[in-house]
């Protein structure tokens, strides 16, 4: 337990300060206990029951699906954690083989490849990571407890504390804490853009690229009868076709959670007979005709903040020592390409790599530095999610250019030829799971047979 020193005027050298103790918050303290003597990870939010469904987390209610890259990554972080997820009851998916998903036309074909993980509640992913973080005698987190401010040197050179408001009545009243490195980890409402105002700095330029994607899930329990060789299905939307789609996610103790999609405002409903009907009116009613059999567990939860949002502070020309950010509170992407988490680690693995070059190279220019190899790592699932949300007319922010719209329809070819190619659609699989760059998909063998296409009708639709 580190003690809470008010003293502000030196910096604490060994003291690294995270804010917000969600995802990028806790992968973030994670490898800073590698390089600082001491972490104190600060949340707003009260965690005394581990597995509740917390206000600065709403999408826990919500399908979280943790994509292969991603589950590799916390693996390395976390070792054993994969075994205490199944150990907890989440269900092992091998996400081309278990996996039913109706894509651009036809169901995908299935087969075996070794992009498997866990499936489960946002809530018992996040539990078990703060679980295995705590046990760092190093790491101290502080719950109900918000950080107001920055504290900063007198020319505002440097951060290097911050400001606290205590939200719990019986908390110690230490107000301000001072530290060598802070990390804004709070999310899509970072207060960082106006801190850096108020402290003479430009805020960050933003790009903001809007589907007007809404959400509506439920969670329900898995009927005891069902036979399925399937463990979990997507209904994909599909630009000029249906813009609903839905997901059937399978997470522990036997249980579904299903969320249901529409693009371009089209936004799911949220009572019971709404929410059936809409499942009804997919591409296909398979979620429909599994729902209105199974038991609801929840209320349904909607949500519709899904705007793909960066916050270039890459583009800055200065920027104070001491600060940097990472997760949502940088770039937070539409959801339903499922790239978040598995962002928020690579992300703190691009602060770990840039920590260790600390220790050899100058410090000068530490946060910018991070922003700028940060960027370079965004600017992969960046266009993959834009890209995407891009082919909606209804889209707001996008202007896709003659290059873009050409990689679409490459892309599109691509999808449809992989519904006869089990060896296609992996390597497709591959690249949405995060394990191998975009640029797989433009291997010489697959540009032969989107080339060869060109001369053949392709049926596109359903
Ligand atoms: C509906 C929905 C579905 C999603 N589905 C997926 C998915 O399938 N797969 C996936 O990988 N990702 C998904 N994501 C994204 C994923 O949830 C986030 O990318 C991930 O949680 C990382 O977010 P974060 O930690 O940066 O921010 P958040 O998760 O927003 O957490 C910010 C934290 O900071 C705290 N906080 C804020 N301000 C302060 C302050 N001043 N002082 C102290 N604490 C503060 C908040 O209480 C909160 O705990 C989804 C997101 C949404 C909205």
Not at 119 to 128: A, D, F, I, K, P
Not at 159 to 172: E, I, K, M, Y
Not at 233 to 257: C, F, H, K, M, Q
Not at 263 to 292: N, Q
Request: glycine share 8%; charged share 20%.
């Amino acid at each position: 337990m580190i003690s809470l020193v008010a003293d502000t005027s030196v910096d604490s050298p060994r003291r690294a300060i995270v804010i917000g103790g969600s995802m990028a918050g806790l992968l973030a303290a994670r490898v800073l206990i590698d390089h600082f003597a001491e972490v104190v990870l600060i949340e707003r939010d009260g965690v005394s029951d581990p597995l509740a469904t917390r206000p600065g987390v709403p999408q826990s209610q919500h399908v979280h699906v943790l994509l292969t890259q991603g589950q590799r990554l916390l693996e390395q972080l976390f070792p054993g954690l994969a075994a205490a997820l199944t150990a907890a009851g989440a269900p092992t998916v091998e996400w081309t083989a278990d996996w039913l998903m109706l894509g651009a036309g036809k169901w995908l074909p299935r087969c075996s490849s070794d992009l498997s993980g866990r499936t489960c509640s946002r809530t018992l992913l996040e539990g078990l990571i703060r679980q295995r973080l705590l046990a760092s005698p190093k790491l101290t987190l502080l719950t109900g407890c918000q950080v107001e401010g920055l504290l900063t040197t007198k020319e505002n050179q440097r951060v290097n504390g911050v400001q606290l408001h205590w939200r719990t009545p019986d908390a110690a009243s230490v107000p301000l804490l001072s530290a060598a490195l802070v990390v804004d980890a709070s999310g899509r409402n970072s207060a960082l853009p106006s801190w850096l105002t108020q402290m003479g700095y430009d805020a960050p330029p933003e790009t903001m690229i809007n589907a007007f994607l809404g959400y509506a899930s439920r969670w329900y329990e898995r009927p005891k009868s069902l036979e399925a060789d399937w463990q979990g299905i997507t209904v994909a939307a599909l630009e000029g076709v249906n813009s609903r789609g839905g997901v059937l996610y399978p997470i522990e103790n036997d249980r579904w959670i299903v969320t249901l999609g529409g693009v371009g405002h089209d936004y799911p409903p949220t009572d019971e007979t709404g929410f059936l009907a809409f499942a009804r009116s997919l591409r296909v009613p398979i979620l429909y005709d599994l729902l209105k059999e199974a038991q609801p567990l929840s209320p349904i939860y909607s949500y519709r903040r899904t705007e793909n949002r960066w916050r270039h502070y890459e583009r800055l020309h200065h920027m104070p020592e001491g600060i940097v950010a990472l997760g949502d509170a940088v770039c937070a992407f539409n959801p339903v390409y499922g790239q978040g988490m598995t962002t928020a680690a690579l992300s703190a693995m691009t602060l770990d790599r840039c920590l260790k070059q600390v220790q050899t190279q100058t410090r000068n220019h530490f946060s910018l530095r991070f922003h700028k190899q940060l960027a370079r790592q965004l600017k992969t699932p960046w266009l993959m999610a834009t890209g995407e949300d891009g082919r909606w007319s209804t889209t707001k922010g996008a202007q896709p250019g003659r290059r873009e719209r050409l990689m679409q329809k490459y892309f599109d070819r691509v999808t449809v030829l992989m519904q006869d190619s089990p060896a296609l659609m992996k390597t497709f699989a591959e690249v949405v799971h995060m394990v191998k760059p975009p640029t797989a998909l433009l291997a010489p063998g697959i540009v032969l047979q989107v080339l060869a296409s060109y001369g053949k009708r392709i049926p596109n639709t359903n």
